[in-house]
């Protein structure tokens, strides 16, 4: 409990009681390194064992990493408290009062109901000014809206073997975010093609070479164009990778624990980008239609790239592992036997003789939320978990797991939104318990009883379907009105209106 | 003009004036081996060394391969002849008179104009018996209707840099599907699920092994369901891989040449299976909304697969080619310079600084018709191509390739097909100047004009497609009506009815 307080102060101090974010000046650039650090307070916790079997260590008064809120909560100690009740499971969101939320964006958390001693899911929500790289070495001269780009940003991060990775993602991602778009402030501002080819100095930025344009006659002399949209995707991309990076060299100093899937929207010049890597879900729903905007990477989805890797790289499964899937664990006593079996490169099912080797644990096993990579992990993409290793093995499961998201895109100005379109981003535990319909369907309801213009409408429905997932205890559990049990799992959900105040008229 | 006639001889010999194909009563097995093994009159053609920059070999008076039409065709010499000549490009369909396709199937084809000698397309229309394994060892007995299946076939195969390997899988690819099917006689004609394992003798279809049953608390001890269409789905991916084999065994015998893109149909047992690997594509237009059924395997959509291949595996790039894409190539100069550019976990595009390394080939470029895997073969998936090499270079292309199809799977007792619904089959001399839906308007306006029993709609149609994408000789070129170029490329098309005359009812 006096951890709980210590972090709540920490929390409160360190958010320093002011209003949520807004655009933000440029960051004190870091003199030794692009790359977005980490604050300097930040307590150093002890290494953090990830995985099943290890025993955890224990947590030092100054883990804030496992108990901090988003700062735009503005929780008070004891708001903290009851977020942090498993046996209350009080449904979290801004406060009526005060300023709301970018983009009148509508926000809603729960904690789980005892899987996890904190909320391992994280949330940011930030408006973020990026400064060309130009003025980085200088001074900073008064800034003119052509020199500089906005962009908006929501971000879901949902932690597995501790709270460290989603706490961390969701401090900094977007300022890796930011630093890759500093390159890209003019040529994304310049309706012109991209220039393929940049001269060495960051600084200056480049002109297209013309030396370049030869015929079109063959592979070798093509040219491809890439699009100013392409560009925001590529460093999306990327900036998900150097945040996993910066992960990797901070776990030397024993600070991030565990892993995190990441559910990452930008809005920028017109367009929304949804990037996903992991298990969580981004879908528009609009005048009732449904658009998937991500899909999910688990063990089952991303079964034939894992294969693939075992596969071509033997070493990676230590000899304890198959590469091969069966619809079951092999057993010593059949082998000679045929069994069903399939490989990186099928989607069906074939029979074969079972071998000596065939007797391994399979690289990929179970279904569905009991589908596991190294019988270990549940989900393919994410963040951190650099230290995870194989249970009672020192074999890593790192290599097998991607950090790279998928980004779709969606162009807000190809169509006329009203009110009730909206963006929904949700953890699995919104998703686990609740179809996409059923979500239109709550869009539908809950918007309905408010008035278009009403501010606080796409809190409540966010609210209605962190609730709608979580249920309600009865019969020694969290049941849904048709007495299925709810989603035990910490429920994140972003309500993001189309057609509200955003400035991309 | 010999070789022509010779070659025409001898396909007439072979298929012996026999009319088209019927259900087949089983092949001969063959004692030393389950693979279907090519006839042993097979003429002994030179090695065909395939890709740009080798010498062609003289092909000698024996290669058939390189020659013949679909049997179906019944083709007589004179026929043979018109059907091989580039200029006037006749477009060819089985006769009015005589035994219809299988199913009432419609086809129709075009040799290209000049790009080949021959035309490198070869299609197959097959109803195939498959008899069950138990029956292998023993005499045939009298065969009931519980034993054995049959299943219709059609299978498009686009060759290129050699007609060898469409001649080969045309003629052999159903047999190999046939071989993997025969183990699943009676577990198909079972309603229960298939078997998890089997006994170790094929002789003897074996029963579940109800001991495997266990809790499904973990992924350790869970076990996965499998249906009878994930069976049919694995015994047509491996029968890919087999005939893939085959073509490299009979490489050595120097009998195949060249590679081929296919795309094959399957019905069986009231699903159509929808197998492509290569660039050929399938739709059905049904009620005239238009359903894809297959995608295509170029390097550009199968860009990050080849260069994850290439990452994981530089040993295959030679130290010749760079795993990583630029929009055009890199030159020396520009060393030091920063460069767009996207790797195997990209799907957007960033800048970076151009080493020397960044000054080899890259492994995937250009756009288009035009893209190639190292700067030779502009497909990524079919079968064959086992002698290709970069040019000017010993650097084999094959480990790039995939042999195996993207299967889709139709289940044709799901919704009531009136005769206008159909399954359009083409090779990408279709596809490259008609799109999905002026595909479905010309099916609209050409089965519109016939009565709905009449047989010969189909072909048609078939016929119509194939001159719509030839289009007329004017201006120095085939064009359409819209005077743009219609396709140089030689041009297959099958039209399989959905509500025809099936025996799905």
Redesign the interface.
């Known amino acids: 409990m006096l951890n709980r307080v210590r972090s709540a102060v920490a929390h409160l101090v360190s958010s320093g009681g002011a209003p949520p974010p807004r655009p933000k000046s440029p960051d004190q650039p870091n003199a030794t390194s692009a790359l977005p650090a980490a604050p300097a307070e930040a307590p150093k916790s002890p290494p953090a064992k990830a995985g099943g079997g290890s025993a955890a260590p224990a947590k030092t008064a100054e883990a804030r990493a496992s108990f901090s809120r988003p700062t735009f909560l503005q929780l008070s100690p004891g708001g903290l408290r009851r977020a942090d009740d498993h046996a209350g499971r009080a449904v979290q969101s801004p406060p009526d009062t005060g300023r709301r939320l970018p983009w009148s964006t509508g926000y809603a958390e729960v904690i789980n109901a005892g899987k996890s001693r904190h909320n391992e899911d994280q949330a940011c929500c930030e408006v973020v000014y990026v400064e060309g790289r130009r003025s980085v070495a200088g001074p900073p001269k008064e800034p003119s809206p052509a020199q500089g780009l906005c962009f908006y940003y929501w971000g879901l991060f949902d932690g597995h073997a501790g709270g460290g990775a989603a706490e961390m993602a969701s401090r900094l991602l977007h300022r890796h975010i930011r630093e890759?778009l500093k390159?890209l402030v003019e040529i994304l501002q310049d309706p012109s093609p991209?220039p393929?080819?940049?001269?060495?100095t960051?600084g200056t930025p480049?002109s297209s070479?013309p030396?370049?344009v030869?015929g079109?006659q063959?592979?070798?002399?093509?040219?491809?164009?890439?699009t100013h949209?392409?560009?925001?995707?590529?460093?999306?991309?990327?900036a998900f990778?150097l945040m996993d990076e910066q992960m990797a060299r901070e776990r030397r100093g024993h600070q991030v624990e565990g892993g995190c899937c990441a559910l990452v929207v930008v809005y920028l010049l017109g367009k929304v980008y949804v990037a996903n890597a992991g298990d969580s879900r981004a879908i528009i729903v609009r005048n009732g239609e449904i658009i998937p905007m991500s899909r999910e990477f688990t063990p089952e989805t991303e079964r034939q790239r894992l294969q693939?890797?075992g596969f071509?790289?033997p070493e990676l499964l230590g000899g304890e592992f198959t590469h091969l899937e069966?619809?079951?664990?092999v057993?010593p006593k059949?082998l000679?036997?045929?069994?069903?079996y399939?490989d990186q490169?099928?989607?069906?099912?074939?029979?074969k003789?079972i071998e000596l080797e065939d007797l391994r644990f399979p690289l990929v096993?179970?279904?569905g939320k009991?589908?596991?990579v190294m019988?270990t992990i549940g989900v393919t993409r994410g963040l951190g978990d650099h230290n995870l290793k194989v249970c009672s093995s020192s074999l890593p499961i790192k290599p097998f797991l991607?950090c790279?998201p998928?980004?779709r895109v969606y162009d807000l100005t190809q169509y006329e939104h009203c009110p009730d379109d909206v963006l929904v981003l949700g953890t699995d535990g919104l998703w686990d318990v609740t179809s996409d319909s059923e979500v239109a369907a709550t869009v539908d309801r809950v918007l309905s009883t408010y008035e278009p213009n009403d501010p606080s409408r796409y809190t409540a429905l966010a609210q209605a379907l962190v609730l709608g997932a979580r249920g309600t205890p009865r019969d020694r559990g969290w049941r849904l009105p048709n007495n299925k049990l709810g989603s035990g799992d910490d429920i994140s959900v972003f309500i993001i209106p189309l057609g509200g105040p955003g400035c991309y008229s």
Chains 1, 2 share one sequence.
């Open positions: 890759q390159d991209p393929l080819c940049l001269p060495s960051p480049g070479d030396s370049h030869v079109p063959s592979c070798w002399s093509s040219q491809k164009e890439v949209e392409s560009l925001v995707v590529g460093a999306i991309e990327n990778q693939l890797l071509l790289k069966f619809p079951r664990r057993q059949e000679g036997q045929r069994m069903l399939r490169n099928m989607t069906g099912w074939a029979y003789k096993c179970g279904e009991k589908a596991r019988a991607s790279f998928e980004v």
